[in-house]
């Protein structure tokens, strides 16, 4: 066997590994912090919607059931309710791409990203527990990036950048195939457009796994 596939088969191996153990602690405190880290990166996503577009955030409130909202006035509606779910998305296809590029250097992103974190709960995130959240995690972040070796860093990165683009996927299936009536941004966007939910959800599904794919397709082909 030639040493390419064996990189490529321990990079398989590791796959099956962090989908396995993901799954069986799915519903444990273990997971719940990169739930909420998943619900942040959606909420703060239709922020930066807003105001590329011409809006503002006025706040951001993050709820200890996996729920949350972003209060952003003005802006493009159709853009800003469309960024959530594929916001997050993008998000981990942009961490995990970071984690696989950034080499010795993974502790330097990882710090970036809880000073982002711990900045944007700061200035936007109001209600004590997103606000304590957001200090903790992005704190966490920081201290992780300075005490952990680089490999660790780069598994770090791997697993929430893996972790919120599987939670885009679910969390689209659950709140708009499966409950289309709740006021979820699928819901808000068809009373703009008039397209149904159900067409969102499976729109948003579609490009979620498209995108998911190629993801995996491009580290196995780099492994």
Same mark, same amino acid.
Not at 112 to 138: A, E, K, N, P
Not at 196 to 211: D, E, H, K, Q
Not at 212 to 218: I, K, N, P, Q, Y
């Given at each position: =066997?030639?040493?390419? $596939?064996?990189?490529?088969?321990?990079?398989? @191996?590791?796959?099956?590994?962090?989908? /396995?153990?993901?799954? *069986?602690?799915?519903? /444990?405190?273990?997971?719940?912090?990169?739930?909420?880290?998943?619900?942040?990166?959606? !909420?703060?996503?239709?922020?930066?919607?807003?105001? @590329?577009? &011409?809006?503002?955030?006025?706040?951001? /409130?993050?709820?200890?059931?996996? &729920?949350? @909202?972003?209060?952003?006035? %003005?802006? $493009?509606?159709?853009?800003?309710?469309?960024?959530?779910?594929?916001?997050?998305?993008?998000?981990?296809?942009?961490?995990? !791409?970071?984690?696989?590029?950034?080499?010795?250097?993974?502790?330097?992103?990882?710090? &970036?990203? %809880?000073?982002?974190?711990?900045?944007?709960?700061l200035l936007y995130v109001r209600g004590l527990f997103g606000l304590l959240f957001g200090i +903790?995690? %992005?704190?966490?972040?920081? +201290?992780? @990036? &300075?005490? #952990?070796?680089? !490999?660790? $860093?780069? /598994? #770090?990165?791997?697993? *929430?950048?893996?972790?919120?683009? +599987?939670?885009?996927?679910?969390?689209?299936?659950?709140?708009? *195939?499966?409950?289309?009536? +709740?006021?979820?941004?699928?819901? =808000? *966007?068809?009373?703009?457009?008039?397209?149904?939910?159900?067409?969102?959800?499976?729109?948003?599904?579609?490009i979620a796994l498209t995108v998911s794919t190629l993801l995996f397709l491009r580290a196995f082909?780099?492994?």
């Amino acid at each position: =066997m030639t040493p390419r $596939n064996r990189r490529r088969l321990r990079f398989l @191996a590791g796959f099956a590994l962090y989908f /396995t153990a993901l799954w *069986l602690l799915w519903a /444990t405190p273990l997971v719940y912090p990169l739930k909420i880290f998943v619900v942040f990166l959606h !909420e703060i996503s239709h922020g930066i919607a807003a105001v @590329a577009t &011409g809006g503002s955030i006025q706040r951001i /409130t993050l709820s200890p059931l996996l &729920g949350g @909202a972003c209060y952003c006035p %003005g802006g $493009n509606a159709f853009i800003t309710l469309s960024a959530g779910y594929l916001g997050s998305l993008l998000w981990g296809a942009a961490i995990l !791409e970071a984690g696989q590029r950034a080499g010795r250097h993974a502790g330097r992103v990882v710090q &970036g990203l %809880g000073v982002g974190v711990l900045v944007l709960s700061l200035l936007y995130v109001r209600g004590l527990f997103g606000l304590l959240f957001g200090i +903790l995690f %992005g704190g966490a972040l920081i +201290l992780a @990036a &300075g005490r #952990l070796p680089p !490999e660790w $860093n780069r /598994t #770090l990165l791997t697993v *929430l950048g893996l972790t919120s683009a +599987l939670y885009a996927i679910l969390d689209i299936k659950s709140d708009v *195939l499966d409950r289309p009536h +709740l006021p979820s941004d699928a819901y =808000m *966007l068809s009373q703009i457009t008039g397209i149904p939910t159900v067409a969102w959800g499976v729109i948003w599904i579609a490009i979620a796994l498209t995108v998911s794919t190629l993801l995996f397709l491009r580290a196995f082909r780099k492994a």
